[in-house]
């Protein structure tokens, strides 16, 4: 691919931002447009999504909408062309042919609507599995969207206008346009009274929107949902199968719910399945097949197959008892449009020296990395010595997220600290999730080696520095090549996002990972907030998506990334990071994060050419 065809501009550049604009982002970095052809291209815009609560709102300044039971999509129309995106953003225009079809036939120009995609049952009412069998059928007439908002419309941003408007303005767009494009109307009356009628009906719940609110993006109390009928997405940990049926399928199946770090048991689904449901979930679920549980705590399921909880199930249930488990569990579908939070593996095992036992608290273990290899402190000293000042400029001053190697165990750590030398800053932060926590910091070289005492080997800093830890002062963005990826692919996505962020008014600087890949990492001339920066990597990386997504894709889904490349912009966000430049990696050979110049990268230097023994000059090591 020419570096030209992936060239990208944005309606608002960093460089122009005025830094009283800079927290919030909202204003232009989700209406970020990518340049394709020479003409603008509207973007997936993130989903405002409603909070739970326990009962409907009763005054008079809310609309009430039913809440439909099938998959959040947007379209996105331009010049009669459409596409439809998932909740995560993935392009299902695929999946939703009828709909995109009817989409790119509506009279404007552009718009973008935000709706409900749903199949509807015998009975009239959304019906969840039928939805899911449909969606193998790219022409069903049975898809229908059920639009409730109107975000754009031929040129003018809607967010901002009341939401009696936008849904004036969308209900005059799609008239004559149904069963497949179907206006969701809403009723003016009273919460309760809309939510007793939805309940008597079977539906799931209602939702309630405030009638003078604009839209904005992530969950807000200015919309709020019930339900009729608890329902939620679990991981499946285990099925049991239908003996000596043919073909073959699941009885049942194991689900489990997160806690903190922890994967818990949560409960058997044994309903809900029809024949063909019970073979494909059988068939989906034969590749993620392992010998062992995946949950924290063992639990006694001598029938149990377990597989990777890397699935996700829509169960349906009526109430949780005191252990976490669910009650009168009713299987409804799996949830493809989302993508399961990667187990954490279990704490590792004990080991005994001098009569004692001696292990990892499982609370201390974020991630635990198995195939690791770690340097001797001696080794980690001798290095910090060597590379303190280069390293310093990268690391100083910044909250450090750490991997650490203590009683063999090498891994991500959280939580209480050991004890901490005195040449290692403690920094009091309030965490997203409640409470307090403590981050290290260090700014000389007595504080890297206070960092070897603690058994530290890899670091990853923040993207902010501990004067200011609320605002991002620089952006990454992580290139990792799936299975099958040459890695002169890897270089030229990488100069392709170069010449993006360089139309974006960023001056980007590439690292070397020391593992599979390439960071491009960019100083911010005015501080945004952790969210706003998430959101103008994400914009970065989908203008690339955008030119070739057989090529790239956002998601971390290992089923997606063979031979494409996964533009991780995840590392952006509070608390999120990146390997630190100069960082040691736990891996053979000890390769070393760091940054490099753009010659290099054109002449394909590998991601692990620096070592511990060699951090100024690479090891000769030849691209593939």
Same mark, same amino acid.
């Given at each position: ?228 009928? =608890? ?5 499946? #940990? %285990?099925?049991?199968? @239908?003996?000596? +049926?043919?073909?073959? &399928?699941? $009885? !049942? ?78 299987? =409804? ?5 989302? #993508? %399961?939070?990667?187990? @954490?593996?279990? +704490?590792?095992?004990? &080991?005994? $020296? !001098? ?270």
């Amino acid at each position: 691919m020419e570096k030209s065809a992936a060239l990208c501009i944005y309606t608002i550049s960093l460089k122009f931002l005025e830094p009283a604009a800079a927290p919030g982002l909202e204003s232009w970095s989700s209406r970020r447009a990518c340049m394709s052809s020479g003409k603008d291209r509207l973007s997936f815009i993130e989903f405002q999504s409603p909070t739970l609560v326990a009962k409907a709102p009763e005054d008079g300044d809310w609309l009430h909408e039913i809440k439909y039971d099938g998959y959040r999509t947007q379209l996105i129309v331009e010049d009669g062309m459409a596409r439809a995106f998932t909740r995560r953003g993935y392009d299902w225009s695929h999946r939703y042919r009828r709909i995109v079809q009817a989409a790119a036939g509506l009279p404007v120009k552009s718009a973008i609507i935000d709706g409900e995609a749903v199949v509807l049952g015998d009975t009239g009412l959304p019906d969840y599995q039928a939805l899911e069998r449909e969606l193998g059928r790219p022409n069903s007439a049975r898809l229908i969207l059920y639009a409730f908002d109107l975000l754009y419309l031929n040129g003018r941003d809607l967010r901002h206008r009341p939401l009696v408007e936008r849904k004036a303005a969308l209900e005059k767009l799609l008239k004559d346009k149904a069963p497949t494009l179907t206006y969701a109307e809403h009723l003016e009356v009273s919460g309760r009274e809309m939510f007793d009628h939805a309940c008597r009906m079977g539906l799931e719940g209602i939702v309630s929107k405030r009638a003078d609110a604009p839209y904005r993006s992530g969950v807000q109390t200015s919309w709020v949902k019930v339900k009729c009928i =608890k329902s939620d997405t679990f991981p499946i #940990v %285990a099925f049991v199968e @239908k003996l000596g +049926a043919e073909p073959r &399928r699941i $009885a !049942s199946l194991y689900i489990g719910r997160r806690e903190d770090d922890r994967l818990l048991y949560a409960g058997k689904a044994q309903s809900g399945y029809t024949l063909e449901v019970a073979r494909r979930v059988r068939e989906r679920l034969d590749p993620l097949v392992i010998d062992k549980s995946p949950l924290s705590v063992d639990v006694d399921k001598p029938k149990a197959t377990w597989v990777r909880p890397e699935v996700l199930a829509e169960v349906q249930f009526s109430g949780v008892t005191d252990r976490g488990v669910l009650r009168e569990a009713v299987f =409804k579908g799996l949830r493809e449009d989302l #993508v %399961a939070i990667p187990a @954490k593996p279990s +704490a590792p095992s004990q &080991r005994r $020296a !001098s009569g004692k036992d001696h292990r990892v608290p499982r609370e201390n273990i974020l991630q635990l990395l198995p195939d690791a290899v770690s340097p001797s402190k001696d080794e980690l000293i001798r290095y910090w010595q060597h590379v303190a000042d280069q390293a310093l400029v990268h690391l100083g001053r910044r909250p450090l997220k750490i991997v650490r190697h203590t009683f063999g165990t090498t891994f991500y750590h959280k939580g209480m600290l050991p004890e901490i030398p005195a040449a290692v800053h403690q920094l009091r932060i309030k965490k997203r999730e409640g409470g307090e926590g403590t981050r290290v910091w260090v700014d000389d070289l007595a504080g890297l080696l206070g960092l070897v005492e603690m058994d530290a080997v890899e670091l990853h800093p923040w993207n902010a520095t501990v004067d200011d830890i609320e605002h991002a002062d620089r952006l990454v963005l992580d290139l990792d090549p799936g299975e099958g990826v040459e890695w002169a692919e890897v270089t030229e996505t990488a100069l392709a996002l170069r010449d993006i962020m360089s139309a974006a008014g960023l001056e980007s600087r590439p690292k070397v990972t020391g593992g599979k890949g390439i960071h491009l990492m960019a100083p911010l001339a005015v501080k945004i907030t952790h969210d706003g920066a998430r959101q103008l990597a994400k914009s970065l990386a989908q203008c690339l998506v955008d030119t070739d997504p057989d090529r790239y894709l956002l998601s971390a889904d290992p089923r997606a990334r063979r031979g494409r490349i996964f533009l991780d912009y995840l590392r952006n966000g509070r608390g999120n990071t990146a390997v630190g430049a100069y960082s040691p990696r736990a891996r053979p050979g000890f390769p070393i994060a760091r940054p490099v110049t753009w010659a290099q990268v054109e002449r394909n230097i590998r991601p692990d050419a620096f070592t511990m023994d060699h951090p100024f000059r690479a090891a000769g090591r030849k691209a593939a």
